[in-house]
């Protein structure tokens, strides 16, 4: 599976959209780009994933790129309780259960 | 429908020790995994299971055993506990290997070894 990086930590203003950004410029055209998140002691928590397309549901919205080497996480109105730990991962097809889970962003939602 | 369900949530062992770390799914979730959390660290994944009767090694799967001789449970069993096995662990369940099923995850334990 593909690495990834992304920053240490992030802070984001109540009320204001957070953009988590991750790179994984040695991805394969089969891969997968997922994002859990956790928040602290608790188990992670599934938020979205893509493969080519930008993606959005009811917790966030994917944008990948068009080289699919990056990819940004957006939070459209961040409050307190989305601060956590976010982790990009990324992983071939069929291996959804086994996910390499790295150290990740911690995201600070600031008041 | 509780989903993923550890026990228990904390537990303090002495160094040799033996114990069984349990995980249900109330899901009927084909796929299951176990995995380990360090200090400042990501998931690291110890053992998993794609079925009853079916279990793999994960990343760091040295010091636990595990079994699946139900759908509903994977219960992780440390030997002879040691200190470097200290952590957070927590486990996992999948509907199915697609590409576009979630990972579910219980409450984790927290595991001490003196």
């Known amino acids: 599976d593909a690495k990834t990086t992304q920053p240490t930590s992030m802070d984001c203003a109540e009320g204001r959209a957070a953009n988590l950004p991750c790179n994984h410029s040695t991805i394969s055209g089969n891969e997968y780009v997922y994002w859990y998140r956790q928040i602290h002691s608790q188990g992670p928590q599934y938020i979205i994933h893509?493969?080519?397309n930008n993606e959005t549901n009811e917790m966030a919205s994917l944008i990948i790129t068009e080289d699919r080497k990056s990819s940004t996480l957006i939070l459209p109105h961040a409050t307190l309780r989305d601060t956590a730990v976010y982790y990009c991962i990324v992983s071939r097809p069929g291996s959804n259960y086994k996910l390499t889970f790295g150290k990740g962003t911690l995201l600070t939602v600031n008041p | 429908n509780a989903g993923v369900t550890q026990t228990p949530k904390f537990q303090v062992l002495k160094t040799g020790q033996s114990m069984t770390l349990q995980c249900a799914q109330d899901?009927?979730?084909?796929?299951m995994s176990w995995y380990r959390q360090d200090p400042g660290m990501g998931l690291r994944l110890i053992h998993y299971s794609v079925g009853a009767g079916i279990t793999d090694q994960g990343e760091v799967p040295n010091g636990y055993n595990v079994s699946r001789s139900t759908t509903e449970d994977f219960p992780l069993r440390l030997l002879s506990a040691a200190p470097s096995q200290t952590s957070v662990y927590f486990c996992a369940s999948s509907r199915n290997r697609a590409s576009n099923e979630k990972l579910f995850f219980g409450s984790g334990t927290q595991l001490s070894v003196l």
């Open positions: 893509g493969l080519k």
């Open positions: 899901m009927n979730h084909e796929y």
